[in-house]
């Protein structure tokens, strides 16, 4: 039963925003919105989470709606090394953490 | 830090026989995950550790496969005996339960492939 719907797969142009959009209907108040990426035969990394407020950091920044029914990861400047599966996760704040992933987007970065 | 270490990083082994894999999680972080990748069902959480004690196994498959956390630097997931359906590339991540940022930290895996 998965909790978000992601697209399967987004092309980007090096050096161009990649935006990779996620839905997540039914999330809960207490939910939050995490996201992850997977390189190729790496371990998953993670990139960023919030709640209702809009967030950046080194890596991205993510956009949430004002309802939270749905969200945008925004990697501004892709570059190849972006390449990779990236998995968009709701969970809620209890200190187990327990993160759930579905198939994610696989974003190819173009030269 | 080193991260979340894990070994072996491969494992080629024949049905039937015991497996074990090791994880050594980020000192100081209380929760200890473990996961499950295929093709075909993509990443599995198996189980889940915190300070030391089993919170929720619902993951684990089925009684061949067992984890066990002996002290906070040290977890093992064991299958017994391993079928070809086990293979795998098996994760172990860590967390600081205490932030409850939901920031795992990801191991480099276990490739698993059963004859």
């Known amino acids: 039963d998965a909790k978000t719907t992601q697209p399967p797969s987004m092309d980007c142009a090096e050096g161009r925003a990649a935006n990779l959009p996620c839905n997540h209907s039914?999330?809960?108040?207490?939910?939050?919105v995490y996201w992850y990426r997977q390189i190729h035969s790496q371990g998953p990394q993670y990139i960023i989470h919030?709640?209702?407020n809009n967030e950046t950091n080194e890596m991205a920044s993510l956009i949430i709606t004002e309802d939270r029914k749905s969200s945008t990861l925004i990697l501004p400047h892709a570059t190849l090394r972006d390449t990779a599966v990236y998995y968009c996760?709701?969970?809620?704040?209890?200190?187990?953490?327990?993160?759930?992933f579905g198939g994610g987007t696989r974003l190819m970065v173009k030269p | 830090d080193a991260g979340v270490i894990q070994s072996p990083r491969h494992e080629v082994t024949e049905m039937g026989q015991e497996v074990t894999l090791r994880c050594k999680p980020i000192?100081?972080?209380?929760?200890l995950f473990w996961y499950r990748q295929t093709m075909m069902r993509g990443l599995e959480l198996l189980i889940y550790?915190?300070?030391?004690?089993?919170?929720?196994d619902s993951g684990m498959p089925e009684d061949r496969f067992s984890a066990k956390m002996p002290n906070a630097s040290f977890s093992t997931l064991k299958i017994q005996p391993s079928e070809p359906r086990d293979s795998a590339v098996y994760f172990c991540?860590?967390?600081?339960?205490?932030?409850?940022?939901?920031?795992?930290?990801f191991g480099e895996g276990s490739r698993l492939t059963v004859l």
């Open positions: 991540a860590s967390s600081d339960g205490q932030g409850r940022t939901g920031e795992l930290f």
């Open positions: 039914t999330i809960s108040g207490n939910e939050y």
């Open positions: 919030g709640l209702k």
């Open positions: 550790f915190n300070n030391n004690v089993p919170i929720d």
């Open positions: 996760i709701v969970s809620g704040p209890n200190a187990g953490n327990m993160l759930t």
């Open positions: 000192s100081g972080h209380n929760s």
